[in-house]
C-alpha cells in the first residue's frame, strides 16, 4: 500500500511549456485534490474531484486542467507554464468512510524559467 | 468570506518547555477542523480532526481543542523531534466534502 504517489518530485520548464504532473492513490479513495503551496500563502485548492469523470475547480484553476478517467488517477496539466506557477505541488486523497481525512503526497517541486 | 489565521509564525522552544499554537477561523458553518504536521521537504501529515465546540483529542505530546472561533494545539515537554510546521484546515458545510481552507502553518522549532 503506497498511499498517494506523486511524479516527478522535481521539474524545471521554460515558460510556455507544457507538462503533466501525475497523482496516483491505491487506496480506493473517491475523492482526490490538487493544492498549491507557496511561501505566505499556505496551501491552496486547484482542483477536485469527488469520484471518477467527476471533478471542479477550486480557489485557484487558471491555467490549469484535470481530469479523472480512473479512481486512481488524478493528473494535473499545465496547458502553458508561467513563472508564477513556481510552487510545489500536492496531490490527496480521501474518502467519506474515514470522515474526509485527507492523505498527502510528498509534493512536486515545480520552477518555471 | 472563509478564512484561517494561525499565530504566531514561528515558536522556537526549549526541550521541555510547554506552549500552544491558535488556529482562528471564520467560516459559514463548521463541517470540520483539522491539524496537520509538515515536515520540511515532504507532504502534510494527519494529526486531529475536531468536529464541534468543546472537544478535545490527543496523541503523545499533543493535544487539539476546538471552541466556535478558535482551535488550539497544546504541546506538553516538547521535544527536538516535534519540530516542524503545523497546519491548521477547516471544511465547511455546503461546500464538496474534500474542500480544505488551509492557514498559512506555524513553524515550531524545538532545541535541545
Known amino acids: 500500500n503506497a498511499g498517494v504517489t506523486q511524479t516527478p518530485k522535481f521539474q524545471v520548464l521554460k515558460t510556455g511549456q507544457s507538462m503533466t504532473l501525475q497523482c496516483a492513490q491505491d487506496m480506493n479513495h473517491e475523492y482526490m485534490s490538487w493544492y498549491r503551496q507557496d511561501p505566505g500563502m499556505g496551501l491552496r485548492l486547484i482542483h477536485y474531484?469527488?469520484?471518477?469523470?467527476?471533478?471542479d475547480q477550486g480557489e485557484v484553476p487558471n491555467g490549469y486542467n484535470v481530469s479523472r478517467s480512473t479512481t486512481e488517477d488524478f493528473p494535473l496539466r499545465l496547458l502553458s507554464a508561467a513563472p508564477s506557477q513556481t510552487s510545489v505541488y500536492f496531490c490527496?486523497?480521501?474518502?467519506?468512510?474515514?470522515?474526509?481525512?485527507?492523505?498527502f503526497g510528498a509534493g512536486t517541486r515545480l520552477s518555471v524559467l | 468570506e472563509d478564512q484561517v489565521t494561525q499565530s504566531p509564525e514561528a515558536l522556537r522552544l526549549q526541550e521541555g518547555e510547554s506552549s500552544s499554537l491558535n488556529c482562528s477561523y471564520t467560516?459559514?458553518?463548521?463541517?470540520?477542523l483539522f491539524w496537520y504536521r509538515q515536515d520540511p521537504g515532504k507532504g502534510p501529515e494527519f494529526l486531529f480532526t475536531l468536529y464541534s465546540a468543546g472537544e478535545e483529542k490527543e496523541k503523545e505530546r499533543l493535544k487539539a481543542t476546538l471552541t466556535k472561533k478558535e482551535s488550539f494545539l497544546h504541546i506538553t515537554a516538547p521535544k527536538p523531534e516535534d519540530s516542524a510546521t503545523y497546519l491548521c484546515a477547516v471544511q465547511a458545510h455546503g461546500g464538496a466534502t474534500n474542500k480544505l481552507i488551509f492557514g498559512t502553518g506555524t513553524l515550531l522549532a524545538v532545541q535541545p
Open positions: 490527496a486523497s480521501s474518502y467519506s468512510g474515514n470522515k474526509n481525512i485527507q492523505y
Open positions: 467560516v459559514s458553518g463548521l463541517r470540520g
Open positions: 474531484s469527488v469520484g471518477a469523470g467527476i471533478t
